[in-house]
């Protein structure tokens, strides 16, 4: 088991969900493959969705909800 | 003869100088927000200036050309690559028919511009081809690239070439502090003097709210001069009889958040305008991002006017260089 985390590619603030009443994209523990989408980032108003550049189970999120993160930023911690 | 879009990145749209001459029936002049590195691009491939080329923002596009041509990548400090391989910046570099280019992680800066010989082809709308995506004119369509659009080359060349390169002593840098030149005035009358000190020695965090139209920043609260509110212009303090916003004016609603208003100003309103950037610091402003800091140093008339001559002065320099 190794493991690989997702990076922020755009500045702009990160959101768990697509929606303020929509579950989570993803929670701890569960499976994603390369491809899924983990979160959103805003930015100019637009949204830009985090895709997990990995398979794996998510083991940790590094960033809470509404965090105002960075270009390169640690978003999601995944193990392969 | 296209550039197929694979990928549009966040939001890049097709620019050059802007649509001069339309303020004041409310068209903002829009046109690329970092005129140096687009025009510095146009030169480096050795265009007719004022060839459209394209803007990207935080995420490049990944684009295929259908045609041999020559293109330059300028502005943000970013990886692009031709095929997987990585090209340099401030360059122009030769690509066959059917090449990609494609973009990695900005590093600094934060809208890198893509240059093409024979610049993009899309109709002139009010003497411009640059896209103004709130009403949706000009540009490719009115809007940002979307994957799967086709571009045409238009024929804007005037010298093809590949291998000019800026000289590395021209090539800007992106600090993560920029600082920009500020004319106060218009007016700065309603701000307290110690609200106009904290403006200049405030280190401004550019906010997610950041865009064409404009940026918005965060870091010290500012108050006006309690006055009795004069006819149409309301209760808020912040607020004057509506006038015209000139573009790189700076205006603070309820005294917290500045905006600073960029190609895609909103041309009119009542916010109090306690100054104007400098129109060449705009370039600076353009390669900020989120999470970036501003500081705004004061300077006079004469002083705003030398910073302008300086900066055109190094881009004509620059430009007869790249022939």
Same mark, same amino acid.
């Given at each position: 088991?190794g493991?690989?985390?997702?990076?922020?590619?755009?500045?702009?603030?990160?959101?768990?969900?697509?929606?303020?009443?929509?579950e989570?994209?993803?929670?701890?523990?569960?499976?994603?493959?390369?491809?899924?989408?983990?979160?959103?980032?805003?930015?100019?108003?637009?949204?830009?969705?985090?895709?997990?550049?990995?398979?794996?189970? +998510?083991?940790?999120?590094? +960033?809470?909800?509404?965090?105002? +993160?960075?270009?390169?930023?640690?978003?999601?911690?995944?193990?392969? | 003869?296209?550039?197929?879009?694979?990928?549009?990145?966040?939001?890049?749209?097709?620019?050059?100088?802007?649509?001069?001459?339309?303020?004041?029936?409310?068209f903002?002049?829009?046109?690329?927000?970092?005129?140096?590195?687009?025009?510095?691009?146009?030169?480096?491939?050795?265009?007719?200036?004022?060839?459209?080329?394209?803007?990207?923002?935080?995420?490049?596009?990944t684009?295929?050309?259908?045609?041999?041509?020559? !293109?330059?990548?300028?502005?943000?400090? !970013?990886?692009?690559f031709?095929?997987?391989?990585?090209?340099?910046?401030?360059?122009?570099?030769?690509?066959?028919?059917?090449?990609v280019?494609?973009?990695?992680?900005?590093?600094?800066?934060?809208?890198?511009?893509v240059?093409v010989?024979?610049? !993009?082809?899309?109709?002139?709308?009010?003497?411009?081809?640059s896209?103004?995506t709130?009403?949706? !004119?000009?540009?490719? =369509?009115?809007?940002?690239?979307?994957?799967?659009?086709?571009? *045409?080359?238009?024929?804007? *060349?005037?010298?093809?070439?590949?291998?000019?390169?800026?000289?590395?002593?021209?090539?800007?840098?992106h600090p993560?502090?920029?600082?920009?030149?500020?004319?106060?005035?218009?007016?700065s009358?309603?701000?307290?003097?110690?609200?106009?000190?904290?403006?200049?020695?405030? =280190?401004?965090?550019?906010?997610?709210d950041?865009?064409?139209?404009?940026?918005?920043?965060?870091?010290? =609260?500012?108050?006006?001069?309690?006055?009795?509110?004069p006819f149409?212009?309301?209760?808020?303090?912040?607020?004057?009889?509506?006038c015209?916003?000139?573009?790189?004016?700076?205006?603070?609603?309820?005294?917290? =958040?500045?905006?600073?208003?960029?190609?895609?100003?909103?041309?009119?309103?009542?916010? *109090?305008?306690?100054?104007?950037?400098?129109?060449?610091?705009?370039?600076?402003?353009?390669?900020?991002?989120?999470?970036?800091?501003?500081?705004f140093?004061?300077?006079?008339?004469?002083? *705003?006017?030398?910073?302008?001559?300086?900066?055109?002065g190094?881009?004509?320099?620059?430009?007869?260089a790249?022939?």
């Open positions: 088991m493991s690989h985390t997702i990076t922020s590619r755009t500045p702009g603030v990160f959101y768990h969900r697509p929606s303020p009443d929509a989570p994209y993803v929670t701890e523990g569960a499976s994603v493959s390369e491809g899924d989408t983990v979160g959103l980032v805003e930015v100019m108003k637009t949204f830009h969705e985090v895709k997990a550049d990995a398979t794996g189970t +998510v083991s940790k999120f590094l +960033v809470e909800n509404e965090d105002e +993160v960075t270009i390169g930023q640690d978003l999601v911690e995944l193990e392969t | 003869m296209t550039i197929r879009v694979q990928d549009p990145g966040l939001e890049t749209t097709v620019q050059d100088t802007g649509r001069l001459g339309y303020y004041s029936i409310g903002p002049p829009s046109g690329a927000l970092d005129s140096f590195a687009y025009h510095v691009g146009n030169a480096l491939v050795g265009n007719e200036p004022g060839a459209a080329a394209l803007e990207a923002v935080y995420l490049g596009p684009l295929e050309f259908t045609q041999d041509t020559v !293109i330059a990548v300028t502005g943000a400090d !970013i990886p692009a031709v095929d997987g391989e990585e090209i340099p910046t401030w360059e122009s570099v030769a690509v066959s028919s059917g090449s280019l494609s973009f990695g992680q900005l590093r600094s800066g934060a809208r890198p511009y240059a010989a024979g610049g !993009i082809d899309v109709p002139l709308y009010y003497g411009s081809r896209t103004y709130l009403v949706g !004119i000009g540009g490719f =369509e009115g809007r940002a690239l979307r994957a799967g659009d086709e571009l *045409a080359i238009g024929s804007d *060349a005037r010298d093809p070439k590949a291998g000019r390169r800026l000289d590395a002593g021209d090539v800007p840098v993560s502090t920029a600082e920009v030149h500020l004319l106060v005035g218009l007016h009358y309603r701000l307290t003097d110690d609200s106009l000190a904290r403006f200049t020695d405030t =280190e401004w965090k550019v906010t997610p950041a865009n064409r139209v404009g940026y918005r920043f965060r870091g010290a =609260e500012l108050e006006f001069v309690p006055r009795e509110q149409g212009a309301g209760s808020d303090p912040a607020n004057v009889t509506d015209g916003y000139p573009v790189g004016s700076v205006q603070v609603p309820g005294g917290v =958040e500045p905006i600073v208003l960029l190609q895609d100003a909103v041309t009119g309103g009542g916010y *109090a305008t306690l100054g104007t950037v400098v129109s060449v610091d705009r370039d600076r402003l353009a390669q900020t991002k989120t999470g970036d800091k501003t500081r140093v004061r300077v006079d008339l004469d002083g *705003a006017l030398e910073v302008r001559r300086d900066r055109l190094a881009l004509d320099r620059i430009r007869s790249l022939t």
